[in-house]
């Protein structure tokens, strides 16, 4: 199945910088949906986003619906250990009971 | 208000065994799913419930059979486990005319 390109895959920071990843697809979606999985744990709903050019924060995160409708970005700003953990775009289209998924961005913060 | 459950947390089968997957929600909605989820493949939709009584497949339904057996309760039922079924089997519900999907803590299951 189709799965969304996230990038960057994997990111290295330390504790107190920015971050920003995106999510991009080949098809438009009118839902796009931010969530965090931590180890051994299933994925929390962080934004949920339903309006083209959309800017929602949730803290210290920040999150935007692309203008294309094509794409999705994810920022958090002062990174915290806390925010270690594996982060998951979503898209969606209403009547269609089935998400699509980005393949991750793995964030790691050096203390 | 306990969101979304599922029991077990861990198991281990060998190839053959069945088994059934419990997930129970407290959050009133109507829509259910069953994902599996494994290194490198992302989350895959197994089966879903749009609705109490009824059941669809979704990308990667074979071995497996679910039964949605009220509102709360969805279940997902391995008949013969086979290796390649060992994942991380993760439940979620959706309520109508929203498209966030809640998920549940997952099952880590590991067939020899």
């Known amino acids: 199945g189709q799965q969304l390109n996230q990038s960057p895959q994997s990111m290295f920071i330390q504790e107190g910088e920015d971050v920003s990843m995106n999510c991009t697809s080949s098809?438009?979606?009118?839902?796009w949906l931010w969530y965090k999985q931590e180890p051994g744990e299933g994925p929390v709903l962080l934004i949920a986003?339903?309006?083209?050019?959309e800017l929602t924060s949730n803290g210290r995160l920040t999150a935007q619906f692309g203008i294309t409708r094509k794409d999705s970005f994810l920022n958090i700003s002062a990174s915290i250990p806390s925010d270690v953990g594996i982060y998951f775009c979503a898209g969606n289209n209403f009547g269609n009971e089935k998400l699509t998924f980005g393949t991750g961005t793995r964030l790691t913060i050096i203390p | 208000n306990a969101g979304v459950t599922q029991t077990p947390k861990f198991q281990v089968l060998k190839t053959g065994q069945s088994m059934t997957l419990q997930c129970a929600q407290d959050?009133?909605?109507?829509?259910m799913y069953w994902y599996r989820q494994d290194p490198g493949m992302g989350l895959r939709l197994i089966y879903y419930?749009?609705?109490?009584?009824?059941?669809d497949k979704g990308e990667v339904p074979n071995g497996y059979n679910v039964s949605r057996l009220n509102k709360r309760e969805f279940s997902l039922r391995l008949e013969s486990a086979a290796p390649s079924q060992t994942s991380v089997y993760f439940c979620?519900?959706?309520?109508?005319?929203?498209?966030?999907?809640?998920f549940g803590p997952g099952t880590r299951l590991t067939v020899l």
């Open positions: 986003l339903y309006k083209a050019g």
């Open positions: 419930s749009a609705s109490e009584g009824t059941t």
């Open positions: 979620a519900t959706r309520q109508t005319s929203y498209n966030e999907q809640f």
């Open positions: 959050m009133n909605h109507n829509s």
């Open positions: 098809s438009i979606f009118n839902t």
